[in-house]
């Protein structure tokens, strides 16, 4: 249960694609949202918004490139006892090589502490294979495209850590749809449902980020809510900057937290983007998280992927 747990809120960090595809509910979700007085004054069309941020593939695709590209990868994990202590860690330069329709990793630099791994070099922390999955590659993969037209994410005939997978996926990529098979939370989840949407504040506002002129939405957790209403909340705060013009999104940042009878969690992720030429990618990913699952060590970590040196 803690590792589909974990899967299914990280590969929350690799988008944001609503996709509900009636107009009504836009209009609807339109006179909900608060909109700075910038926004205002440019007479954004709302509904017209939320159509496109409920359909981003933007935030998808920038991991999507990460097949069909070359980079290189600082990368920093840290497992911390209650006291803040830090009990086990890994810190690793990486080269991500792509040749022939193949990508390989090279690993030039690694240095680790405490019990980080086991004697046959498998993961002791749960946190720790997370982040393999994300960005480390053992062998050759070959024939991987960075299209996202038509993908879809099904764990039908899958299970374990692969099933695991494709429920993180459809939950970093589709949040705002139910996802099938996460203890006590699956619906808990769908922000943009008519039930679940009056739980939280919707804001647009508009400012530079890095130099660029930015939409900046917000989805936020009511306060003063019920303690039975507080139950029915799973994402307490997401915060996304999409360029103006473009609608690429540039970063986004989420907490997210819930206690149920036999495990909670509260965990933070910010990502940050860049652009590689035509290329949109990621260049830092930063997460902390708090895990309690019954009959399993409480495990905290916290890590860094910074991304640099992309090269086709």
């Known amino acids: 249960m803690k590792r589909l747990l974990l899967f299914s809120i990280l590969l929350f960090i690799h988008s944001f694609c609503f996709a509900q595809e009636d107009s009504a509910d ?39 490139n990460l097949r069909v590209l070359g980079f290189t990868s600082l990368n920093d994990i840290r497992i911390i006892d209650k006291k ?35 004697r046959k070099r498998n993961y002791n922390y749960y946190t720790a294979e997370l982040y393999a999955g994300l960005f480390f590659t053992t062998d050759s993969v070959c024939n991987e495209t960075n299209v996202v037209k038509g993908v879809t994410f099904t ?18 990529f589709n949040p705002g749809k139910k996802i ?10 769908n922000i943009f449902d008519p039930d679940v949407a009056e739980l939280y504040d919707f804001t647009i506002d508009q400012q530079e980020y890095e130099g660029q002129s930015c939409y900046i939405f917000t989805v936020k957790a009511r ?19 999409f360029q103006a013009k473009t609608m ?22 910010e990502v940050q983007m860049q652009k590689f030429g035509e290329y949109l990618v990621p260049k830092i990913l930063r997460y902390k998280g708090n895990w309690d699952v019954m009959f399993k060590k409480r495990e905290r970590g916290v890590f860094t992927a910074t991304l640099f040196d992309f090269r086709e």
């Open 223 to 241: 306060e003063n809510l019920s303690p039975d209403d507080k139950d029915r909340i799973v994402i307490d705060n997401m915060t996304t900057w």
């Open 155 to 172: 764990a039908k005939g899958k299970s374990g850590i692969e099933k695991s997978k494709e429920q993180l996926k459809k939950l970093f």
């Open 26 to 64: 836009n209009a609807r979700l339109a006179q909900m949202i608060s909109l700075s007085e910038v926004v205002v004054r440019n007479d954004i069309n709302v509904p017209k918004f939320m159509e496109r941020v409920k359909n981003d593939t933007t935030f998808y695709k920038a991991f999507r």
């Open 84 to 118: 803040g202590n830090q009990k086990a860690s890994l810190y690793s330069k990486t080269k991500q090589s792509r040749s022939a329709r193949c990508r390989t990793m090279q690993v030039l630099e690694e240095n680790t502490s405490g019990d980080f791994y086991d």
């Open 180 to 189: 099938p098979g996460i203890p006590f939370i699956g619906n808990k989840i």
């Open 248 to 269: 690429e999104v540039l970063a986004r940042n989420y907490d997210m937290s819930y206690k149920a009878g036999v495990y909670d969690f509260d965990v933070h992720m």
